[in-house]
C-alpha cells in the first residue's frame, strides 16, 4: 500500500470506534472501585485501569479528579485526609448511601446498555456483510 493511500486511511486507534469514547464509564467505575473500600484518587484511577472497558489504559488521573469532585458535591463520595508518615496527606475517598443508591442505579442502566449494544452489535454485523438490516431477530 502506498504511503498516500495509507495517510488517507482514518487512524482508527483513535476513533470512537475502538473504544476511545469509554471514558464515559469512568462514574460508574469510581463507584465500583468505591464501594469494594476506601481509596485515594491516584489508587482509584490505577484501580480503573485494571477494568475490562479500559484495557489497561489508564484514565487521565486529572480527570479522576474532577470527577470525585462533582461526585463529593453531588454527595456521592466523601473525603477525608490521610496524614500517614509517607509522604504528603492525600485525600481518601469513601462511597456514601447515596454513592452505594447511584451504584444501583448504574447497575440497571449499564444492563439496559447492554441488551442495547446486543441489538445494535447484532444489525451492525448484518450491515457490515453487506445483508438487509432489518429487526434483529433473538
Given at each position: ?12 486507534d ?32 490505577q ?8 484495557k ?83
Amino acid at each position: 500500500m502506498s504511503a498516500t493511500r495509507r495517510a488517507a486511511l482514518p487512524d482508527y486507534d483513535e476513533c470512537p470506534c475502538a473504544g476511545v469514547t469509554l471514558d464515559k464509564l469512568i462514574q460508574p467505575a469510581i463507584l465500583t472501585v468505591l464501594a469494594e473500600g476506601d481509596l485515594h484518587g491516584y489508587r482509584i484511577a490505577q484501580r480503573i485501569a485494571d477494568m475490562p472497558p479500559f484495557k489497561g489504559q489508564q484514565p487521565d488521573v486529572s480527570g479522576v479528579y474532577r470527577f470525585l469532585r462533582a461526585m463529593e458535591e453531588r454527595g456521592l463520595v466523601v473525603p477525608s485526609w490521610d496524614v500517614s508518615d509517607r509522604g504528603p496527606a492525600k485525600r481518601l475517598y469513601k462511597l456514601t448511601p447515596a454513592g452505594r443508591g447511584c451504584l444501583s442505579r448504574w447497575v440497571d442502566t449499564l444492563a439496559r446498555y447492554r441488551e442495547a449494544v446486543g441489538r445494535l452489535l447484532a444489525l451492525a454485523r448484518r450491515a457490515s456483510t453487506g445483508r438487509a438490516a432489518g429487526p434483529p431477530t433473538e
